[in-house]
């Protein structure tokens, strides 16, 4: 048998698609300005919604700032070493 090459595409990662970048971007940018304005919205108190403590929130934006630049990080060493 014969060993097939993989595909370039397949080597590459897909935050280097702009169109991609873009609009996951977007679509979470929205997602989380939702999520986090959602309990401080007037009609929101029929759900039993309570805003969440400003540390908490804080905390949540710092934790997830740093998981992105260490997925950043790693995929940039990753990439570079194949």
């Known amino acids: 048998m014969r060993a097939v090459p993989p595909r370039r595409e397949l080597l590459e990662p897909p935050a280097r698609a ?25 009609f929101v108190a029929v759900l039993g919604f309570v805003p969440l403590p400003a540390a908490v929130v804080i905390a949540m934006i710092v934790l997830t700032l740093a998981y992105v630049a260490a997925a950043e990080v790693a995929k940039r060493f990753f990439y570079v070493r194949r």
């Open 18 to 42: 702009a169109d991609g970048a873009i609009a996951g971007g977007g679509v979470l940018g929205v997602a989380s300005r939702t999520a986090l304005a959602l309990p401080y919205l007037p």
